[in-house]
């Protein structure tokens, strides 16, 4: 497979380059009034435009301009920006219509301009995720055949943040997208391999069935019956970045890897199966955001991560309701539903990384996760943060919060309470801890709250909380109903959800 195209995104500061005779072939144009005063040849031609069709400012029109550069002037508009519930996503949504436009009027090389409106406090950030909305639409899944497109960004005076960001979330798309066989924990290992090769990330591969029941016997438990078929067997990747100078940022990440998820002995039924190679979504964007930062190479900042990769198959030796099964963490942990599979996955990654925390000051860890159903009945296309005591204290969530509103990527906030821990305490003197009830999480009250409680104590999280000697914070974020367009969640394009934020939270805050 071939690695991800590199650059897509090139600064423009020459304002000549909108005119006939340049390097561009069509301008595209995103804005919510198109008053355009730094571009009064702009301006002149859509107030001529407007008078002949009502369309200009309302809808994605295509004008005739043989002045400018490729003779065609697409405008895009945002719609009107005043409204108090508006959000930046508007720019996103602009950038996709006209892009496409112009794509599909046969440019290859458009020329767009980001007319960012005055209230920087939501749309600080309208042209960054105006790329974004962009390259979403530019994206052809790596099976697909490839668009050769090249944008320029007028007014853009670094290109290189941007094109490592879209380097990343391509990379994320392709592993969230490719289909149970495409992106198998196999594969999904290969990918990340020959994505990081020679790169300032260093990787590591668990492919050892011993090794795999020792150090993640959780996991391994729910890839049981996957064991014996060689392209479906478990992996885990570890991904470590360091960057240059004193390490003032550490961070550690979990993301859930099931490349194609049964729900194994609770099987899903009634057509619930469909889309569920998309379950992987939370190990992609992690390895997106490490291929982010391979391209970047940020100093004083050290990133670990481990992507569990798991195919969750139903077999005569898929694990059952009532086992019991001893994480890594030392906690025996009934299982109360089979297809309650991710967070056994992320409790043992979260435990190897806990290790890894206890060793650095500050050390912040997240688990990345398409987790439950509950946070889309909830929440619908948003993601969901959580956060531990630690966190909570320190104002993390909160602050990713307002980060994700900024880079159009919007999380709503969740509280853990004590009757998340009841859930899933033991129910007997038999185990620690009940993995879930045996319901499904859309039907169950606080469906994506509660699985918080199971994680912070089977990976050993619950010894560092706020009086422990190493307080360490903890955040989960459920992205089940935002790793995948809202248009299609179970055939459409991923969104690298929640890439941009985590990467504004390491970098800016």
């Not at 000549?16 to 005779?21: H, I, P, S, V, Y």
């Not at 962009?134 to 052809?140: D, K, T």
Request: proline share 5%.
């Amino acid at each position: 497979m071939d690695t991800v195209s590199r650059l897509l995104w090139q600064a423009v500061t020459d304002k000549e380059a909108l005119f006939a005779g340049q390097h561009w072939d069509a301008v595209v144009v995103i804005s919510d009034r198109f008053e355009l005063r730094d571009y009064p040849e702009l301006r002149q031609l859509l107030q001529h435009g407007s008078s002949i069709d009502n369309r200009i400012g309302s809808e994605p029109t295509l004008l005739l301009a043989p002045g400018l550069a490729g003779g065609r002037l697409i405008t895009a508009p945002t719609g009107d920006l005043a409204n108090d519930y508006e959000d930046v996503r508007r720019f996103a949504e602009a950038a996709q219509a006209g892009i496409g436009m112009a794509v599909r009027a046969g440019a290859t090389s458009p020329l767009l301009i980001v007319d960012e409106p005055s209230d920087q406090m939501r749309y600080g950030r309208a042209s960054e995720v105006a790329l974004m909305g962009a390259g979403h639409e530019l994206y052809r899944p790596f099976d697909a055949p490839q668009l050769d497109v090249t944008v320029g960004v007028l007014g853009l005076e670094d290109d290189r943040r941007a094109n490592a960001l879209e380097y990343g979330r391509i990379a994320a798309r392709d592993l969230c997208g490719g289909d149970p066989e495409q992106m198998s924990p196999p594969a999904f290992a290969q990918y990340c391999v020959d994505l990081f090769e020679g790169s300032a990330v260093k990787v590591s591969v668990v492919d050892d069935r011993a090794a795999l029941d020792r150090d993640y016997p959780l996991l391994s438990g729910v890839a049981r019956a996957s064991y014996g078929v060689a392209r479906h067997e478990p992996r885990v990747v570890r991904l470590e970045y360091v960057g240059d100078g004193a390490i003032s940022r550490n961070w550690m990440l979990a993301g859930k890897g099931v490349t194609f998820d049964t729900g194994g002995a609770d099987l899903k039924v009634g057509g619930a199966m469909a889309g569920m190679s998309r379950d992987k979504g939370g190990a992609a964007a992690t390895a997106g955001l490490m291929a982010t930062l391979a391209q970047l190479q940020p100093k004083g900042v050290r990133v670990i991560a481990e992507l569990g990769l798991v195919r969750n198959s139903i077999g005569r030796e898929a694990i059952v309701p009532d086992e019991i099964i001893t994480g890594h963490a030392g906690k025996k942990v009934r299982i109360g539903n089979t297809d309650a599979e991710g967070r056994l996955v992320l409790a043992d990654l979260l435990s190897h990384l806990r290790a890894d925390a206890e060793q650095y000051d500050d050390s912040i860890l997240f688990s990345l996760a398409t987790l439950t159903g509950h946070v889309v009945r909830s929440y619908g296309p948003y993601s969901a943060v959580v956060e531990n005591s630690v966190a909570r204290a320190q104002a993390i969530g909160g602050e990713l919060q307002a980060i994700s509103e900024m880079w159009g990527e919007p999380f709503e906030l969740s509280r853990l309470r004590r009757e998340d821990f009841a859930q899933v305490a033991a129910r007997s003197p038999s185990e620690d801890l009940l993995s879930s009830n045996n319901g499904a999480s859309v039907n169950i009250s606080r469906g994506h709250q509660f699985p918080m409680a199971f994680l912070l104590q089977a990976a050993g999280l619950d010894q560092h909380q706020l009086g422990s000697d190493k307080p360490l914070a903890y955040l989960h974020l459920d992205i089940a109903g935002s790793a995948v367009e809202k248009r299609d969640p179970l055939y459409g394009k991923p969104t690298a959800v929640p890439m941009a934020t985590l990467l504004a939270k390491l970098l800016d805050h």
